[in-house]
């Protein structure tokens, strides 16, 4: 993209490539008055029309955008939200005035905008975090590391995308930001950190990258698992985790799965991963997504009546952000009417915002079992009765008739031309098995989440 290309030209590009990924619907609900206001030092301030759009764009579509952006100028580094002349007029008390035409470049609303010094989101806090039967053991362990750091070190969070792992590990980070602050925390994601660790080897910049790292008193890192074949990130984290370690520094993880089944790490960083403490965030419970559902409404001035929690928590089982997401569409569609929606309303809205189901083929099954269990994907079709084979071989019938609801007979023809009560033996064989077996019960919880 030449420099002459304006933000409004440089939007308008990036608004076909998103059009085309998104449904039209939510295309014009959420996109319609959006602008790029300005270009400055790597940085696109995009302005909505008010706080739920922001929040809305920010938490589900800010990849999307910032990808988009990115194609048309490698020069833009990252997105900045700013909300438009006619929001602030209407909330003048709220949200601090800001135009292009002013000269006014301080941002509204700073407390919603990820700290620069560390890299937290003061939003998320202990406060606003919503504790149940699901993640109250993780709660727990967040508490024990503030009342004595290093007591679980490193504390290791794990669960599917949505499930809270997120705002849990950047809430310990806030709390020490705001009650110990002589104490340096700073949190960054893997791919991040893998990014910054490759610019700083082509500049060769290595020792400033090191010294960067070392000076903290808690380190957070999300979604380690994308660290996952990165094989010298790996080992500049294991020699940065070392010397964290040693000098007593608490260290936070965070991934999709256990430590111990993510691909393509080195083994003595798994070990380092789980010689701490090793916490899994499942999906919520119906009453804690309720719980959940009705806190985030209260703290946006707009409260949901029961029937419609109980309504959103009984269509969205597991993901936290899709919930929050609805909500954010319901709350924006309630300020503009002026009042509560009914529950009529309310389907109405669930059912634009859906989005369609990922299917899954066989394929995509086979091949992540075979790379789970580290063997070769030909070798699942052989007629073979390795035990090393045959055992995922099980499993992956499981799941094609469990998850996929493929029949039998259409598993055994694509699994190498077996025979139907072959695949029913599989099936019942490790149904049954998964009853009191624990470490299959993980294992089989963990190929799910990776599918």
């Not at 949200?95 to 998320?124: C, F, M, Q, V």
């Not at 009650?179 to 990014?195: D, H, M, N, R, V």
């Not at 109405?348 to 066989?362: G, L, R, Y």
Request: hydrophobic content about 40%; glycine content about 4%.
């Amino acid at each position: 993209m030449e420099n002459t290309t304006s933000p409004k030209q440089l939007w308008e590009s990036a608004l076909v490539e998103i059009g085309t990924s998104i449904s039209k619907a939510n295309f014009q609900t959420w996109f319609k008055d959006t602008n790029v206001s300005r270009l400055e030092d790597g940085v696109a301030y995009l302005a909505v029309p008010n706080a739920f759009v922001r929040d809305w764009i920010s938490d589900k579509y800010h990849k999307m955008a910032l990808h988009a952006l990115r194609n048309l100028s490698e020069q833009i580094r990252s997105i900045e939200y700013v909300i438009t002349k006619d929001e602030q007029k209407r909330a003048p008390a709220r949200i601090a005035e800001w135009t292009h035409d002013s000269g006014n470049t301080e941002l509204p609303l700073k407390e919603h905008y990820t700290n620069k010094e560390n890299n937290l989101n003061p939003r998320y806090t202990f406060d606003s975090f919503v504790v149940g039967p699901f993640n109250e053991l993780a709660h727990a362990a967040a508490q024990a590391i503030i009342k004595k750091p290093a007591v679980y070190n490193p504390l290791f969070f794990y669960g599917n995308t949505g499930h809270g792992k997120t705002h849990l590990v950047q809430a310990v980070g806030n709390f020490l930001y705001k009650t110990e602050p002589l104490k340096k925390a700073f949190y960054i994601t893997s791919e991040k950190f893998q990014i910054e660790f490759v610019v700083a080897m082509q500049a060769n910049r290595i020792n400033q990258f090191k010294e960067k790292y070392r000076i903290y008193d808690l380190f957070i890192m999300d979604d380690i698992q994308f660290l996952s074949g990165k094989w010298k990130t790996q080992e500049e984290l294991f020699h940065l985790f070392n010397t964290l370690y040693e000098s007593n520094k608490q260290i936070i993880f965070s991934a999709d799965v256990h430590p111990n089944f993510i691909s393509d790490i080195q083994d003595r960083l798994k070990s380092r991963f789980a010689s701490g403490m090793v916490v899994d965030l499942p999906a919520p419970d119906f009453e804690s997504r309720i719980a959940i559902l009705q806190s985030k409404a209260k703290h946006s001035g707009f409260p949901i009546s029961m029937e419609t929690a109980q309504y959103l928590a009984g269509i969205i089982e597991g993901n936290i952000r899709e919930l929050e997401g609805l909500l954010n569409a319901i709350i924006c569609s309630s300020q503009l009417k002026g009042r509560e929606l009914n529950l009529s309303e309310v389907k109405s809205i669930v059912k634009a915002n859906e989005k369609p189901k990922k299917m899954i083929s066989i394929k995509d099954v086979l091949r992540v079992i075979s790379n789970f269990y580290q063997i070769e994907e030909s070798s699942i079709y052989e007629k073979t009765r390795r035990k090393e084979v045959v055992r995922p071989r099980q499993i992956a019938m499981f799941l094609l008739r469990e998850d996929c609801s493929i029949s039998y007979p259409l598993i055994g023809q694509k699994l190498g031309g077996r025979d139907h009560t072959t695949v029913i033996h599989s099936y019942e064989k490790i149904k049954n098995e998964l009853k009191h077996n624990s470490t299959l019960e993980q294992e089989i919880k963990q190929l799910r989440a990776m599918l």
